[in-house]
């Protein structure tokens, strides 16, 4: 049998970023539903993977794509990351490719384009007081 | 003495051996972004409830990761082992739609399920007895129609070999 890649059953796996502590390396908490015997219900099993991370791009928090190496590359490297899915605090839906966070588009919040005259006017005079407020202390 | 839960249904292995969504092999990572609220979700929620117990417990192989709240639109995320992705937009589908989308892209088809079931069926003989690991039967005495086993029903005389080794002495 061909081993072009993976020391290692999992070849792409997705998880979070839950540690940068060490250089070039990210810790990464991947979770995969398990069935319990019993209950017959679905719980998530974590569990940790060390990624190399060339660049150190990562932030704890990041969801992560990684991609198992070919070969070993430490004791506990095994993987290196393919691509970071969501960027922790700067999260682009996919579909229409604008930023967001939790359920809203946060890209036209300030649209100082589509104000009209009464907007900006009340706005400038609004300036206006802030001014002589600074100016008076 | 009902189960609990809201559909405990769904923690059977009857309902979870039904679902019919098999993964093709190169499917590794299947990822869902789905929202707790809003009308355009709501066929993602029901398909996270219902179907994806069933997808995982006959795909046990693929890693599915579920997002609550992360973006305003609904969507499944398929990451193949080529590198490829596949993004499924689900705003505004039933969950039965979604399955059956999903089927339809990266579900093994009938006939490969069907050439592999023939290919399993192979590899054990039926005729033949043994452990219940490995065959259908233990002992032919399991068999409608044969000589009944011993250990419920004596044998009669003449087929005891007690029987049969006195005859010979005396002959």
Redesign the interface.
């Known amino acids: 049998m061909s081993v072009p890649r993976g020391a290692v059953h999992?070849?792409?796996?997705?998880g979070r970023v839950i540690g940068t502590k060490m250089q070039k390396t990210a810790k990464v908490r991947?979770?995969?539903?398990v069935?319990d015997p019993y209950?017959?219900?679905?719980f998530n099993k974590r569990k940790t993977y060390f990624a190399h991370d060339p660049l150190q791009q990562c932030v704890v928090g990041d969801?992560v794509?990684l991609?198992a190496l070919p070969e070993r590359r430490s004791k506990h490297v095994k993987h290196e990351l393919?691509e970071i899915?969501?960027k922790v605090g700067n999260?682009i839906?996919?579909?229409?490719g604008k930023p967001?966070a939790?359920?809203?588009?946060l890209e036209n919040l300030s649209d100082s384009e589509n104000l009209t005259e009464a907007d900006t006017t009340y706005l400038s005079e609004k300036l206006q007081e802030l001014k002589v407020c600074s100016s008076d202390k | 003495m009902p189960m609990k839960g809201r559909f405990p249904i769904r923690?059977?292995?009857q309902y979870?051996s039904q679902g019919d969504v098999i993964f093709k092999s190169s499917v590794?990572?299947m990822?869902v972004n789905y929202?707790t609220?809003?009308e355009l979700s709501e066929g993602a929620r029901k398909f996270v409830f219902f179907n994806?117990?069933q997808i995982?417990?006959k795909n046990p192989w693929v890693?599915?990761?579920l997002?609550r709240?992360?973006?305003?639109?609904p969507?499944l995320?398929f990451?193949l082992?080529s590198?490829e992705q596949v993004?499924v937009?689900v705003?505004d589908k039933t969950n039965k739609e979604i399955t059956e989308h999903v089927k339809k892209i990266l579900g093994k088809s009938k006939e490969t399920l069907e050439k592999e079931e023939r290919e399993r069926k192979k590899l054990s003989h039926p005729a033949t007895f043994g452990p219940k690991k490995y065959h259908l039967r233990e002992c032919m005495c399991e068999i409608e129609g044969q000589v009944p086993c011993p250990a419920f029903v004596p044998l009669p005389k003449e087929m005891r070999g007690k029987y049969k080794a006195a005859m010979k002495n005396e002959a």
């Open positions: 999992a070849k792409w796996i997705v991947v979770t995969r539903l069935l209950l017959l219900k679905f969801i794509l991609k393919a899915v969501f999260v839906d996919p579909i229409t967001c939790g359920t809203r588009f | 923690r059977t292995l979870l590794k990572v990822t929202n609220a809003g994806i117990p995982q417990y890693q599915i990761m997002f709240n992360m973006t305003p639109s969507f995320r990451y082992d590198g993004l937009d705003e």
